[in-house]
């Protein structure tokens, strides 16, 4: 009897200590989004959204904890200046997809994930039959690709200045295969903010999330992306978390 209520004991003080780590660990994650946890999670608790136009003060539900997603080969996967992809990760079902491009031949930035391929035929197809013709400008891209930018960057202008300016290799998105830049003549295909305003950008942002993408770095949440707003860097992310954006539009 004496042996059991020592076991319990022993069970409950095992118990209530992990329970407080993982507290701690939430409320490190609540204090800053790149924060980092010896137990590989990390949260995002949404609280530093703030509305930018106007001066109304909205009242706003507290977000519910957010796991980020650190698995480099996840749909989800989260790919920042904070969290990078390490220097060996590939996709490793990188295929051409069936579209139109922006340029002739086939080089690196042709390719996405296979899911991300078939996502972009739908999305391109759903385009053109609504008379919109949409081109893909850059998709894969690597880390070495990434290393050898940032390094040419580093030689030409001195790292302080680079680091000002270029993306350390591993931080982009691209390298996770499922990213592709997307523009149209209307703007000769440059990847530049007034494609957003084109009737082209604007059917993008309008039913992309119908096929699993979302614009990754929209206009007024650059505060929350840490990026400018980029109408043409679209991210597939999967169709489930579609009622999401459809509230959102
Ligand atoms: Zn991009």
Not at 90 to 97: E, G, K, M, S
Not at 159 to 184: F, M, R, Y
Not at 202 to 215: P, Q, S, T, V
Request: aromatic content about 10%; hydrophobic content about 35%.
């Amino acid at each position: 009897m004496k042996r059991a209520v020592v076991v319990l004991i022993v069970l409950v003080a095992v118990f209530a200590g992990l329970l407080s780590h993982q507290l701690g660990n939430i409320k490190a994650g609540s204090e800053s989004a790149a924060d980092t946890s010896d137990t590989g999670y990390e949260y995002y608790t949404g609280d530093d959204e703030k509305d930018e136009d106007s001066g109304v003060k909205k009242t706003k539900k507290k977000s519910p904890l957010i796991k980020v997603d650190t698995k480099e080969d996840s749909i989800t996967v989260l790919v920042n200046r904070e969290y990078r992809m390490s220097a060996d990760y590939i996709p490793a079902d990188l295929v051409v997809p069936n579209v139109r491009f922006s340029f002739y031949g086939t080089f690196e930035k042709s390719y996405v994930r296979k899911v991300t391929a078939g996502a972009l035929e739908k999305l391109f197809a759903a385009a053109e039959r609504d008379g919109v013709i949409l081109k893909a400008v850059s998709g894969y891209r690597s880390y070495a690709r990434q290393k050898e930018i940032y390094d040419r960057n580093v030689s030409s202008r001195g790292k302080s200045a680079t680091d000002l300016v270029s993306a350390k290799p591993g931080s982009s998105e691209h390298q996770t295969g499922l990213t592709i830049d997307v523009s149209s003549e209307a703007v000769d295909c440059a990847l530049e903010e007034s494609f957003g305003d084109t009737s082209d950008g604007k059917w993008l942002a309008k039913n992309c999330h119908n096929y699993g993408f979302i614009i990754r770095y929209p206009k007024d949440k650059t505060k929350i992306t840490g990026y400018s707003y980029e109408p043409w860097h679209i991210r597939y992310v999967g169709r489930s978390w579609r009622h999401i954006f459809t509230r959102r539009i």
